[in-house]
């Protein structure tokens, strides 16, 4: 299956500020997919990013909050914005495995906002 | 509408015992239904596909289309199988994925 590099691994940011969340694979893949996990609660999509197109965002969420960027097959980043404490939760990314075998998660990134 | 219910926040068993987690769906189509599982201090992980009829770790899965489930099974259980669970589905290969709300699995000495 497809290995996720995910940096920072976590981080406390200042409310108003905006983190960057990076995500490396090591295989080219289609499409990548990016979730929060809230505290307590399960996951929930965010986005999902092609290469080369806008990302496509769920309900909820909005390019403005959440922007997203795919400049190739193997990395893609997600910006949280203007940070408030309701933010903070886990980010993680996924990708679907080359055999197509099921998805793979990066460690993902535990945001508190204060 | 599309969903996936686990309705067991937490189950506790004891060691040997059989264990079932259960997840319920709502799709209107053929959907590929997961397993996954996060073991503390680790990455969310896969552990069953329906499609694959494997047994993974003693677990066993077995989609029912006529109920909509796809209850995840343990004849006896480990301490170490103690971790959450969650359930998902997709629509389609390469589609997004659903989960549920996940159940964490205490398994007691």
């Known amino acids: 299956s497809a290995v996720i590099s995910q940096k920072p691994s976590r981080d406390i940011c200042q409310r108003g500020t905006s983190l960057t969340i990076q995500c490396q694979v090591d295989?080219?893949?289609?499409?990548m997919f990016w979730y929060r996990q809230q505290p307590g609660q399960s996951l929930t999509l965010i986005a999902t990013?092609?290469?080369?197109?806008?990302?496509?965002?769920e309900s909820g969420f909005v390019i403005d909050k959440f922007p997203i960027s795919r400049p190739n097959l193997t990395f893609s980043t997600l910006t949280v914005s203007n940070m408030s404490p309701e933010d903070s939760s886990i980010y993680l990314c996924s990708v679907e495995a080359p055999t197509g075998w099921g998805y793979t998660f990066g460690s993902g990134t535990r945001l508190t906002v204060v | 509408a599309q969903r996936v219910t686990q309705p067991e926040k937490l189950l506790s068993v004891f060691k040997g015992a059989p264990v079932e987690l259960k997840c319920n769906y709502s799709y209107s189509g053929s959907p590929e239904l997961f397993w996954y599982v996060q073991y503390s201090r680790q990455r969310l992980q896969l552990l069953l596909r329906?499609?694959s009829r494997e047994s993974i770790k003693g677990f066993t899965a077995d989609l029912n289309k006529g109920e909509t489930s796809f209850h995840l099974k343990k004849p006896f259980a480990q301490e170490e199988d103690s971790a959450m669970y969650y359930c998902a589905l997709s629509g389609h290969q390469g589609g997004k994925l659903i989960f549920g709300q996940g159940t964490e699995l205490s398994v007691k000495p």
């Open positions: 295989s080219q893949v289609t499409m």
């Open positions: 990013a092609n290469q080369g197109s806008e990302a496509t965002y």
């Open positions: 329906h499609i």
